[in-house]
């Protein structure tokens, strides 16, 4: 009985030598510029999450500026003067003047330009190969009235015919199948390039999960990214992704894997400022299901061709308003 | 005057301070949340250090766990300790890291055996670290999180997403393999 109390009593002693030596183990040493480098890191975040705020806010003015205007509407259609009908226009908020060249009719066009509003008129490529201009509200679809409808984002449930004019914005030179085609977008070099449209009949994320992928793909270089996404296990993922993680304790864990498709110079949150990373085509994010939490995060140049063994659903990521 | 300010900062209750800036980080103030996490970030970069196999990796990982833990807070419901929380998402995120190594075969490399003309406080804890090294990485964790920075088992169990039974059975393997390290010469069968 004694031995095993002296027994305890040593073992107790050696744990707590166990415990300081683990304590006097050198710490590492880490860079000067640690502090501005963790700070850098938060920072992306706190802008991603300020450009979401505003995005609300804007619907919301959007909102009211409707609700004004058809209570004005209503109220005109009563009396004797008509009111003028105005037109609400998804027209940049920043209210900086448009880089865009203008048509005889003053109607904007050209590719799309990260950080800014769209032309009024925005270049692809026709279904015969033609280069023209579809108007941006045609592609666009419906205003969406709060963030739920942003399923608008997604490709549709049907391949959609927009019409392709001349920069004009008259003369019709073809159509453009969205769901199907190409578009162009204005690479961060200045150069445009053509991108080709999925044509999967797709499924509506959570708006959390957009809203993840959507500043993935933002903070990582090209906010008109695509995303391939779909909810599984998190043993699927990680054969999905090749990331298969050691310390996965619950493989049939629910989790959300997204694999997104754009130009991605950027990877701000691992990099040191200043340095830059290959570009990569593609990144993968995997997030609990329940804490929302990210699991996993990757790039690559290539495809990643695991995926195709999982039934992924399309969206497109482009900001609906440009702050 | 400036003595005033300082005593009015030093007589601020610990506690309320620590909510104060809980509330503020959430809301996303970046200075707050960077207060908020500044006690806690010696063990996070200790314990992203010792996971990792190639140490210069540290700085990256954590960059990482603050992007994370930036990003998460508002959904931080305060069921777990915040120490707890932070080593979970360090945790994980050097557990993804190390995923995306090609091949980690040389652990721990750069802190090998010592040279025999070392002190020998020296040499054990270099003999220490190789161990921990040598560890597999969940009870490398679980002997940082519990031996060195005095976490109980439940804590230890919401950060790695373990069973509570587990951390005793792992912790009671690293344990062993630990003071094997620290042991004596004579104890280890050396002549």
């Given at each position: ?7 305890l ?12 030596a ?44 409707l ?14 003067h ?29 590719g ?52 392709v004019?001349?920069a ?26 053509m ?10 994320p959570?708006v959390?999960?957009?809203?993840q ?8 270089g090209?906010?008109n ?33 997204a ?21 990569y ?15 996993g ?12 063994k ?14 | ?17 620590a ?12 200075g707050?949340?960077?207060?908020l996490?500044?006690?806690e ?10 996971l ?26 305060g ?23 090609p ?13 025999p ?8 804890r ?24 005095g ?5 230890a ?6 069973p509570?039974g ?6 009671a ?19």
């Amino acid at each position: 009985m004694k031995k095993g109390h002296d027994g305890l009593v040593d073992e107790q002693r050696r744990d707590l030598e166990l415990g300081a030596a683990l304590a006097a183990l050198p710490h590492p040493e880490l860079p000067d510029d640690m502090d501005a480098r963790l700070r850098a890191a938060v920072e992306v975040e706190r802008r991603r999450r300020r450009r979401r705020r505003l995005t609300v806010l804007a619907l919301a003015a959007a909102v009211a500026a409707l609700i004004t205007v058809g209570g004005v509407a209503l109220a005109g259609s009563s009396g004797s003067h008509r009111p003028t009908p105005v037109m609400i226009l998804a027209s940049p908020l920043t209210g900086s003047p448009t880089p865009y060249p203008t048509n005889s009719a003053g109607q904007t066009y050209g590719g799309g330009q990260e950080g800014i509003a769209d032309p009024g008129l925005q270049k692809v490529l026709a279904t015969r190969g033609a280069s023209g201009y579809c108007w941006s509200s045609d592609l666009d679809g419906p205003w969406p009235m709060n963030l739920q409808e942003t399923g608008w984002l997604t490709a549709t449930d049907s391949r959609r015919e927009v019409a392709v004019y001349k920069a004009d914005g008259a003369t019709q030179v073809g159509i453009f199948i969205v769901g199907g085609g190409s578009y162009s977008y204005t690479k961060p070099d200045g150069t445009t390039g053509m991108k080709a449209l999925p044509n999967r009949i797709a499924k509506q994320p959570p708006v959390w999960l957009f809203d993840q992928m959507k500043g993935l793909a933002t903070n990582a270089g090209d906010a008109n990214a695509w995303a391939w996404w779909t909810l599984t296990t998190a043993e699927q993922a990680a054969a999905a992704t090749g990331n298969s993680s050691p310390g996965m304790t619950d493989p049939g864990r629910p989790v959300y894997v997204a694999f997104i498709l754009g130009d991605f110079t950027k990877w701000l949150w691992s990099l040191p400022e200043g340095t830059w990373a290959p570009e990569y085509s593609w990144i993968y994010e995997v997030v609990d299901a329940d804490s929302h939490e990210v699991d996993g995060t990757g790039a690559s140049a290539k495809p990643f061709k695991a995926a195709e063994k999982l039934e992924l659903n399309i969206v497109y990521l482009r900001e609906r308003i440009r702050m | 005057m400036a003595d005033a300010a300082v005593q009015a900062v030093v007589m601020a209750p610990a506690s309320e301070s620590a909510d104060a800036l809980l509330h503020a980080a959430r809301r996303g103030d970046p200075g707050a949340f960077m207060k908020l996490l500044a006690p806690e970030r010696p063990r996070l970069e200790s314990l992203a250090y010792r996971l990792l196999d190639d140490h210069a990796d540290v700085a990256d990982v954590l960059q990482e766990v603050y992007f994370s833990a930036y990003r998460a807070l508002p959904k931080y419901r305060g069921d777990a300790r915040l120490a707890t929380w932070l080593y979970r998402i360090t945790y994980n995120a050097c557990l993804r890291h190390q995923a995306r190594q090609p091949d980690t075969a040389d652990a721990g490399a750069d802190e090998g055996r010592p040279s025999p003309d070392h002190a020998s406080s020296v040499a054990e804890r270099l003999d220490l670290a190789a161990a921990l090294a040598e560890l597999p990485v969940e009870q490398r964790a679980l002997v940082l999180m519990i031996e060195r920075d005095g976490f109980d088992y439940r804590d230890a169990a919401t950060a790695l997403s373990i069973p509570l039974g587990t951390v005793s059975s792992r912790l009671a393997a690293a344990r062993a393999k630990l003071r094997g390290a620290l042991a004596p010469d004579q104890e280890r069968g050396a002549v």
